[in-house]
């Protein structure tokens, strides 16, 4: 049945119309901001997961920060330390060339004595931003650990997230190594033989804490380049959940252009159909 009453025709283009032109403005929003789903009413559920890896990524690019500068700390400290090794092999090598009675053990023992404080300002400069490694206090403030933030820890979707730390003990060249009272002062090939003892003690000393503040330099470096991998892995993540991919947008945005006109031409030919009733009553 006609009716000039009700046009059943043009209600419907008109729905199809207005579907395609709604789709085509979300596609053509998608595409100018690049992003798929940027409000919540795009996709609710992917938006929260996008929402909560973005602000961990955010997270972990301040754990970077922290742990390049953990790094400056402990490789200042490690290459302080690696010096005082070779200053300890320094001295040695005055120790042993003491032992011979026809040598002058004072101006050995001023050598030493220049080369112990040369270690003592080795030590009292190794610092990085007010923390030194090889003090016995670190930072003033009777600490003995550098805690650098490493890691958080999230537990399920929405859980917990905990702060995971390394923590770097000093090595306390300041108290283990106070040559001054340490090593014998020499003065003949006895008190050269003594001092031998002494430095081989020291020396030992040293190496161990060299070792240990390189050992704890490479763990932070390689815990820097895993956080790094981390940000740009869950980065791309989000990128995949939340971007527009281009070239469907593209394809999908020529399709609606031609829903489009097709539906514009539907009511046209459904808005001339009453005028055909005409026709009847001529």
């Given at each position: 049945m006609s009716s000039i009453l009700t046009n059943n025709g043009a209600m419907v283009a008109l729905q199809t119309l207005k579907s395609v032109n709604d789709s085509l403005d979300e596609t053509q929003s998608a595409i100018s901001t690049g992003k798929e789903v940027g409000k919540a009413k795009d996709n609710a559920a992917v938006w929260a997961i996008?929402?909560?890896?973005?602000?961990?990524i955010a997270g972990f690019e301040a754990i970077e920060e922290g742990l390049a500068i953990g790094e400056a700390t402990v490789g200042v400290a490690s290459a302080a330390s690696e010096q005082i090794v070779e200053k300890l092999k320094e001295i040695k090598e005055l120790v042993?060339?003491?032992?011979?009675?026809?040598?002058?053990?004072a101006?050995?023992?001023?050598d030493i004595d220049?080369?112990?404080?040369?270690?003592?300002s080795i030590i009292s400069a190794a610092q990085f931003n007010g923390a030194?490694?090889?003090?016995?206090d670190i930072d003033g403030n009777s600490t003995t650990s550098l805690g650098v933030l490493a890691s958080l820890d999230r537990q399920g979707a929405g859980g917990t997230v905990t702060a995971v730390e390394i923590a770097v003990a000093t090595v306390d060249f300041e108290g283990n190594l106070d040559l001054s009272a340490s090593l014998t002062s020499i003065t003949d090939s006895a008190?050269?033989?003594?001092?031998?003892?002494d430095i081989e003690v020291l020396l030992n000393v040293a190496i161990e804490g060299a070792a240990s503040l390189g050992a704890a330099?490479?763990?932070l470096e390689d815990q820097s380049d895993f956080?790094?991998?981390?940000v740009d892995s869950m980065t791309m993540g989000v990128s995949t959940m939340t971007d527009t991919n281009m070239e469907e947008a593209s394809a999908r945005l020529q399709a609606l252009q031609t829903q489009q006109e097709l539906a514009v031409q539907s009511l046209t030919i459904a808005n001339e159909a009453p005028g055909t009733l005409l026709q009847l009553f001529q």
């Open positions: 996008s929402k909560t890896m973005e602000s961990d042993v060339s003491a032992q011979s009675e026809n040598v002058e053990h101006t050995i023992q001023n220049s080369k112990v404080a040369q270690i003592d030194n490694l090889l003090r016995s008190t050269a033989a003594l001092a031998l003892d330099a490479a763990r956080v790094s991998k981390l």
